[in-house]
């Protein structure tokens, strides 16, 4: 009869409920996902995937990856990414190339949307997992990404 | 004035000793119910607690932890701020019934939770159609938010009220008729005789098949009186705004709030009275210090309670339809059929007892 199926199916369906609802109870001390944020500020690690901020990593010989090619700034929806560059003389070739001056990103106007990671060629830029980022004044909030003095990484460009 | 108020017979002796019989009794009866009232205050705000961190668990959250020690204060400072709140209302309400509607509601769940056997000694009120008198007051309640979410005039509050009738209006049926199941065993309306008649065996022992089907439909419809999740169409935060109370601010807010912990007290202590042998130890352990009926009858019920919060953190919420197919078309003829088959197994003597 399909009427006491009824209620022995539904009996069913609702402790299987059950069961996983109390499977995650049991648990709930080991795998607790809130953070007790300013208590454990020292050991805090944000997972992978948090979008801090956009950063442009450097290496020791304080070279980065980016070559100016602009791809970040157009790939923006907000305009926060500026480039300045420059055509200098390359020291290697001795021919006149386009180089970066300046990768000027404005965190205050970034939405997190990551389409200048994207875009960008030479994977010069990356996402940082730091989230302390209010400053007291929004002018903080311009950064410029490549460091003073840094330059391209040989054979990047290759 | 002679109501039989039967805490702690020491206490009474005591008083009717010291002052002429009036002025005792009516010295008696204001005792109680400061007593009452504060287990009121304090049952209700930790059940409150209670909920948020076992919510809190089932969500793999920490719950509040941060005032007092494991948070245990936060429920009272939360009480305190509603307290200092201002009490808001529309301007087109109807003054009183809006004023009135929350003391209905906390009122009945007051005179429900006299009822109760804490232990051997401590109830208030024994009277000898106990469960009757408990079905009857708990559908007063009703009344408190119906008024309640009318007066407001306010239509979230309006819809919300007259679901919660529909609500209450059907599984209370359910609720009756699955105790009167039990009361077949019993063979007692009063609920210190019931406790009685389970030194023999937990009543869902003695009654075996009936009454675990009877507790299992009790468990059901009592979590709808409550107007608890899956059944809490009456508040339905996503849909009502807060339902029936939308209009109400600070401490009446505050008094719907916890008359709504204290009824799944109340349903979890009659579950625990009818069903679970009320403040008997399991097998009689205990039974040489009667104090610790106390601590199991309060186990038994917090067992209960939980029971209920996993109800609530666990399913959706049902369709007003779906709510009423449920009652109707299930649980009613199930509980119809288990009246027999109750009644059978008590005349064929097929109960268990030790
Ligand atoms: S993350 Fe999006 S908004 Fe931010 S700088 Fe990159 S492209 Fe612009
Ligand atoms: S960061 Fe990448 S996309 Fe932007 S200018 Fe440099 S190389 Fe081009």
Redesign the pocket.
Known sequence: MSYFGDIYRGIKTLLTGMSVTGKYFLHSRKGAITQQYPDNRDTLKMFDRFRGE?VMPHNENNEHRCTGCQK?EL????G??EIIWDRQIDPESGKKKKMIDQHI?HLGM????????EACPTDAILWAQNFENSVYNRAYLTKVLNKPGSKLMPGVEE | MNISLSITKNIHNWLFSIMPEGVASITEMVLIAVVYLAIFAVAGLYLVLLERRVAAWFQLRIGPNRVGYQGLLQTMADALKLVSKELTGTIKADKFLYNLAPYFVIVTSLMALALFPFTQEFQAFDINIGIFFLIAISSIGVIGILLGGWASNNKFAMIGAMRSGVQTISYELSVGLSLITMVLISGSLQLSEIVEVQKNGWLIVQGHVPAVIAFMIYMIAGTAETNRAPFDLVEAESELGAGFHTEYSGMKFAYFFLAEFINMFIIAAIATTIFFGGWLSPFGITESIPILGLFWFLGKTLVLIFLMMWFRWTFPRLRVDQLLTLEWKYLLPLNLLNIVLMALIVWLNLTIQF
């Not at chain 1, 790939?75 to 907000?78: F, S, W």
């Not at chain 1, 970034?110 to 990671?117: A, D, F, K, Q, V």
């Open positions: 956009v970040c790939a923006c929806p907000n926060s990414i990103y970034c939405t997190m949307c990551g389409l200048c990671i």
